[in-house]
């Protein structure tokens, strides 16, 4: 990515230090229970936004995750980080429930209602599909299942949504996948059905493109590296304050980055003015943290999908060094 540009987050990369750049804007992180989801939404909320998070995880009530994160959690980061974080549970498989989720964004805001970021991060994939099993053999209930999770989700939320996103110009929408478009177009992703889910809501973010451009607003696909999600470190024994003890086992992922790496990527670019230069491409937090300048927790820039071209999938030995 050789564009460059003013940060928009004004260098600052304290927790609740962006000087309210997105004060006064509404955002939608549909999906923000756990993951890049939640670092997403607590990076909007630093940034002053009002942030509606949704999933299917609360409180009361949990997915088939069965697992502790709620959106409501995920709400009070929002607001400890600066913002306005609301949760509202939501199924984004039920066209009904989204259209009283917008609409219930509509009547907060009142006579001047407005949309002003959506990221469709919704997923829940991550017990359905198996590494390496041909479609033949994949149980095909779990493969269709993630195929509606990933894909018709974001397709019902932005034809709900949208219309109230462009009711003021400069809007933003964030299709959230796994993968560049050049690395999933020369690569095989592990399953018929994941590289199928994963390539769809790339080519989501081309297709919007081409529709909200001409009428003011811009869409992106965009991907994390290797996420250092509350699932993985769980997968991995280990912690976020002790996560390089992974290493011994699992050399390459010293090029991880935490969900709020692409939390700024995604305010980096909700702050950008000339965000329209962006239009339909297919975007990476490491790519964007070259051009934007913000950095991940620990002050890195981890640039994870040239890393696994140039050096995992190369076959040499796991090394960062240069790509953070």
């Known amino acids: 990515m050789p564009r460059t540009t003013e940060n928009p987050l004004d260098g600052q990369q304290d927790e609740g230090a962006r000087g309210g750049k997105l004060a006064g804007r509404v955002a939608l992180v549909a999906g923000a229970t756990r993951g890049a989801g939640r670092g997403i939404a607590v990076e909007l909320g630093a940034a002053g936004a009002t942030v509606y998070v949704t999933g299917r995880s609360t409180r009361q ?29 939501t199924d984004h498989l039920d066209p009904a429930a989204v259209r009283a989720l917008v609409d219930r964004i509509a009547e907060d805001q009142g006579a001047d209602a407005r949309l002003d970021v959506l990221v469709n991060d919704v997923w829940g994939g991550e017990n359905l599909f198996e590494w390496e099993s041909p479609v033949w053999e994949h149980d095909l209930d779990n493969g269709l299942r993630l195929l509606r999770l990933a894909v018709e989700t974001h397709a019902i939320t932005s034809h709900h949504a949208l219309p109230l996103l462009l009711r003021h110009p400069g809007g933003l929408v964030v299709e959230m996948t796994d993968g560049t478009a050049d690395y999933n177009r020369a690569n095989y992703r592990s399953s018929f059905f994941y590289d199928l889910a994963k390539s769809s809501v790339l080519r989501m973010g081309f297709a919007l493109g081409h529709e909200l451009g001409p009428r003011g607003a811009t869409a992106v696909a965009l991907t994390p590296g290797w996420l250092r999600s509350e699932m993985m470190l769980e997968h991995f024994g280990v912690r976020e304050e002790n996560w390089r ?18 939390g700024r990527a995604v305010t980096a670019l909700a702050s950008d003015p000339d965000v329209a230069r962006w239009n339909g491409e297919s975007l990476s937090s490491g790519g964007l943290a070259q051009v934007y300048g913000f950095t991940d927790l620990d002050g890195s820039r981890p640039d994870a999908w040239r890393y696994l071209v140039e050096v995992q999938d190369t076959g040499k030995p796991a090394d960062a060094s240069g790509y953070r």
């Open 61 to 89: 009530r949990r997915s088939e995750y069965d697992r502790p994160e709620t959106i409501e959690d995920t709400a009070d980061l929002v607001t400890e980080a600066g913002g306005h974080g609301i949760a509202v549970p």
């Open 245 to 262: 003890d992974a290493l011994e086992r699992v050399p390459h992922f010293a090029i991880s980055e935490t969900p709020r790496f692409v």
